[in-house]
């Protein structure tokens, strides 16, 4: 039998605990999952872009996989050969994953208003929060670790909220096994999982750390992620060299006005909403068993805020912040102006979702989406990592013109003689051109690139000298430094592209002075 808000709201402190959880809206779910699935896969049916250029990287790094040398979370690079190896790598198979991810979030939303004791309606309420998101449709829409983070993150908030309410061993276990897939995904997970201990000794849940559990979870959660710790250990901790040149190139700029501000952007009634439930986890004597989640929450946004982190860095903690407000909200008495609250809410957020779909998918041609930004009347949209003002979101922008590049690439692969096909290396400026020329150079005869820069230098410069190399996105005048011959083939333009690649040159470099295995160590980020 469900408790009744009123039960809830009247009794003793800690009477959530002592209820049923309220039934699941088993119906009204369906089709807002089938939905979110749906408007997803359509998207990427229509959609007049190509993949992004960090897709690109990590479809390579799933064809390079090495999973206890990696520099990055291998979590991503696994799951890409399994996609090649059950769907292939059309854009529809790529994106496919993201968009489960995607609807499997709404539905942990869902799930965690009903774990905070919210009936029917704050489920509903907390799945279209989170499916109305831009954030949440972004993330979705790109096979990137984005999504996948937010999802076991969720996760994570569910073992919490079973520990708070009962801390069976099972639910230490599922914690656990989220951290150790999160840690196997992304490195933000460290960061809930900060919240998460801060949470644990500032509230009562701190009894809990006298028991073996929550260092049976640490361990489990350690024994998954193991292959991301084995490659920072292998590669001489590299995240440090990654970390330092976000810090000057992109996150130094970033401050209060910005990290807040474009996360009310994401959806104001949802950010009114998270709000709402932030305060009850932190104030309300009906979740006083969680405030743990309250703390956890509170925390990590602070945290990364002090750190400088990108505004959808603690993104992941939203959906359970909604599960709260709208359970929250749920309980409030029907009082008229309550119910009006409710309904503003609820249209504000469907209505904010649909203006701003364009934003949280790519089905806008160029032209019409450079004008449905600037009609937005905010540059937020538009700001690239770098504080740059582009016509496009800096993710649209990074989805144009790839196979473009690589069709100039294999015309002027053509046109080399035989012998010099035979000997010829690619060798790309970054791991966007790279991973282009090898996603999409095989149906053009190409061979695979050379980069060096990031995780493409882990790959290698291969077994080729480099005596005759066509260079892509490389100044000539530095190619002629090292060369005795440089030849200036083609110019690839793509006007929406972002800055760096509106102007792709690619040159024909003959009789190098030394070869490309022998100045690699000097062409890598220092470290080995």
Known sequence: MSASPSAVRHGAPDAVADFARPDLAVRPLAVILALTLVVHLVATAITPYELHRDEFLYLAMGRHLQLWRMDFPPGIAILAECVRALLGDSLFAVRLTPALAG?????????LARELNGGRQAQVFAAVLTLCNVLFMRAASLFQPVV???LWWSVAFVALARIARTPSPRWWMLLGAAGGFGLLNKWSILFIGAGMLSGMLLTPQRRALLTPWPYAALLLALVIGAPSIAGQIALDWPLRAQ??????AQLGRIGIAEYAGVQLLFSPFGFIVATIGLVALLRSDAFRPYRVIGVACATTWLLLLALQGKSYYVGPIFPVLFAAGAAFIERVERAPWHVALRRTLVTGCVLWGVVTLPLG???????????YAAHLGTRAATTTNSGTILQLPQDYAD???WEAKVREVARVYQSLSPQEQRDVVILASNYGRAGAIDFYGPRYGLPRAVCPCGTYWQFGPGDKSGNVILAVGIDPQRLREAADSVALVATVREPWGVEEEREVPISVVRGTRRSLQSVWPELGPGYR
């Open 361 to 371: 998918l790519p089905i806008l041609p160029p032209a019409q989406m450079a004008a």
């Open 243 to 248: 970390m330092a040149g976000l810090q000057e």
């Open 103 to 111: 609807t499997a979030l709404v539905a942990l939303a869902a799930v």
């Open 148 to 150: 996948f983070d937010q």
């Open 399 to 401: 989805m144009r013109g």
